[in-house]
Structure formats: C-alpha cells, structure tokens
C-alpha cells in the first residue's frame, strides 16, 4: 500500500556517497531543516532516470528558493550512483535503498514481473515523488505504474509554494 497524503512520512537512514566517502542520511534529520522531496527512480545509468534527476539537478535552486531539499532515491549502490552522477552531471544527493526497505515502507517497489513493461523488476521502486513538510507530513504523492512517465513536478511546486 502506497503511503497517501496526510500519512506520516517512514523515517529512514540511507546511504550516499560524498565527496569525502559514505555518509548516512537520517529523514528525520532532514525534515528538521527544510521540506524534503525524494524521487524515487528505477535505475541509474537508464535514459529517463537520467534525464529526470538531471532536469531537477539543473532546477534545483527553485526547490530551494522554497525551502526543500531533495533527494534521489534508487536500489543501486552507493558507488554505482556516485559514477552516475559523475558521468551525468546530477548534482542532487542520491541514497541507496540497495535492499529496496524504503522502496517497500513507501508502497512503491514493483512486483517481481511487470507485465506491461515484461521486465522483472522485483523490488526495484516505481518512479515516483514524495514531499515530505518539516513536521513529517506527506503532502504530495506521485507514483508512475509506467516507469517512462515522470512525475508532475509543476504539481509538486504548486504544493510546496503553499507550505
């Protein structure tokens, strides 16, 4: 089951690579600073993911102007998506959800085969948005069944510029 809007937000830690090495990323640390968005994505290194988060990574300064932060989400390793973000320019922190527990805590981990894509897919997250506001409220779910849609980020910014 997908979490809805008004749920809480399932707090997680997650890893991501810095510039320094491994770091963990603790939700509920996050959401004491700003709004969090977290875009969950299928996989790195595929065309759509990558035009995605690089789209966000070059808007990036109008989540921030309102206040949010965000965040990819994959169930890639945390080395296989710094080289990602290398190789493609994305410049937004992803985290490794390498054994798909947010994916499946969010309601958003596909099926083990999808039939109308005729991939097998277990456990890898749909594409898919969240905004999460400073109390840890969910205020914004987008999830895609087809993992070639992206979400409606217009949508997204219209929710947030009202928090």
Not at 11 to 23: C, E, H, I, M, N
Not at 78 to 87: K, L, N, S, V, Y
Not at 135 to 149: H, L, M, P, S, W
Request: aromatic share 8%; with cysteine; charged share 20%.
């Amino acid at each position: 089951m997908s979490i809805k809007v008004g749920d809480p937000a399932p707090d997680f830690t997650l890893v991501t690579k810095t510039a320094t090495g491994p770091a963990l990323v603790k939700l509920s640390e996050e959401i004491s600073k700003s709004n969090v968005v977290l875009l969950f994505v299928p996989m790195a290194f595929t065309g759509v993911c990558t035009t995605e988060l690089c789209d966000v990574s070059n808007g990036i300064s109008a989540y921030e102007a309102l206040d949010a932060k965000v965040f990819g989400i994959s169930g890639d390793g945390p080395f296989a998506q710094e080289a990602w973000a290398q190789r493609d320019g994305i410049t937004l922190p992803l985290l490794s959800d390498y054994e798909h527990t947010v994916a499946k805590d969010y309601g958003v981990a596909y099926e083990q085969f999808v039939p109308e894509a005729n991939l097998i897919m277990g456990g890898v997250p749909k594409r898919s948005a969240f905004l999460i506001d400073k109390q840890g409220i969910v205020r914004f779910v987008d999830v895609k069944e087809n993992a070639r849609e992206l979400p409606d980020f217009d949508a997204l910014k219209s929710v947030l510029a009202s928090l």
